[in-house]
């Protein structure tokens, strides 16, 4: 993690998002699987993280929209961060997406010491090769365009099991009229603007405004255990003022903000790090299955990692536990009982900037789905940046 974010890093970001998309939603298996013990017993028949192979059609990428929504906004985007940083920050989130996911397979399994075991007997994350078709990730200039996109995206989330809140929003769309970008605020809903289009709630955009908010902070090489602190005390308030000043459902939003915040200090009071110091406070025993159940407490319904709040939580909580080590992030980012391959997408892309590809094994990124266009995306980026 010493010196700034190269391209690497930023494709490393995207692409193994796009891993950890598919490898946590493994087709469907993985992403509703609530053990994830058993998602690790399945990693370990596959023989291992390090011998699967993310590729279609197995292991379809569950993030095609964000992906849509990349290409279209990243035009307007600039921060500071080297070449190989952003590579691997773009291809180690299509990674983790893809290796979350496995093709279905542990994304729904619910438990990770049962997808942890089929690491295992795929021979471990380093002899995992993501390719399609086995591993395919999960999801696939204005906001007009970036609405048209995401309903153009729609077209290709068959079998990519698309999460309920994302149908009805794109569903609710109409790019090209005026406030087509916008959706009804949905009170169930659990996404500032591209949050809003899919998930109105701030249970829902918030999270979005913290995968950003922590993409940002790795750029910045800002120490991790300051990264809760900051969403806290400088982007809720900026975010909450920014929803304010738009005049859109701000009533509403005002009424539920609360949960997003509360939900953060108490977690970041569990690890000690409400200071932005630490040191981070563990549980004695924090294995597979010791996860699976205190993952479940960060969660609002009890599916881990499936709300705007929790799928940033656990893919910091999941940083701040595995430092610079590939296989620790994925045990504890993708293989788990939760939505797996949503954690693993923040969780990978946040690591592809801090580490790049630093001893990530080349199976488990070189032939991911949609690769190119993530490498492409970090290039762009960062050629935006400089």
């Not at 696939?140 to 989330?157: P, T």
């Amino acid at each position: 993690m010493d010196g700034p974010a190269t391209l690497e890093h930023y494709k490393a970001a995207m692409v193994l998002s796009g891993a950890g998309d598919a490898l946590g939603y493994r087709n469907k298996l993985w992403e509703y699987n609530e053990s994830g013990p058993a998602i690790h017993q399945e990693v370990k028949e596959l023989g291992g993280l390090k011998n699967i192979r993310v590729e279609l059609p197995d292991w379809p990428d569950d993030a095609l929209n964000w992906y849509e929504f990349t290409d279209r906004v990243l035009t307007y985007l600039c921060r500071p961060a080297t070449l190989e940083h952003y590579k691997a920050a773009m291809v180690l989130s299509g990674a983790g997406d893809a290796l979350g996911y496995r093709n279905k397979l542990w994304e729904f399994n619910m438990s990770g010491p049962a997808i942890h075991q089929e690491v295992k007997e795929l021979g471990g994350l380093k002899n995992i090769r993501v390719e399609l078709p086995d591993w395919p990730g999960r999801l696939g200039r204005s906001l007009h365009e970036v609405a048209a996109r995401y309903v153009e995206g729609m077209k290709d989330m068959d079998g990519r099991a698309p999460g309920n809140s994302t149908i009805w929003g794109v569903s609710q769309l109409k790019p090209g009229e005026e406030g087509g970008y916008r959706v009804p605020y949905n009170v169930r809903g659990v996404a500032v603007e591209t949050g809003r289009m899919t998930h109105p709630h701030p249970t829902g955009f918030l999270g979005a405004v913290a995968s950003a908010l922590f993409t940002a902070y790795a750029v910045q090489r800002r120490p991790v255990t300051t990264w809760g602190l900051g969403l806290i005390k400088e982007a809720l308030p900026v975010a909450q003022n920014f929803v304010q000043g738009q005049g859109f459902a701000v009533a509403e939003t005002e009424r539920d903000w609360g949960y997003f915040g509360d939900k953060w200090q108490w977690y970041l009071n569990l690890r000690g790090i409400s200071n932005g110091r630490g040191p981070v406070i563990w549980p004695a025993n924090y294995g597979p299955a010791e996860r699976d159940k205190v993952y479940k407490t960060f969660s609002l319904s009890g599916w881990a990692g499936c709300c705007g709040h929790d799928a940033p939580m656990i893919a910091l909580d999941a940083l701040l536990g595995a430092g610079s080590d590939w296989e620790e992030l994925m045990s504890r980012a993708a293989f788990h009982g939760g939505d797996s391959d949503s954690t693993a997408v923040i969780a990978c892309c946040l690591w592809g900037l801090l580490y790049g590809f630093q001893g990530v094994p080349k199976g488990n990124y070189s032939k991911l789905e949609y690769r190119n266009r993530l490498e492409k995306s970090a290039e762009q980026l960062y050629a935006l940046s400089h």
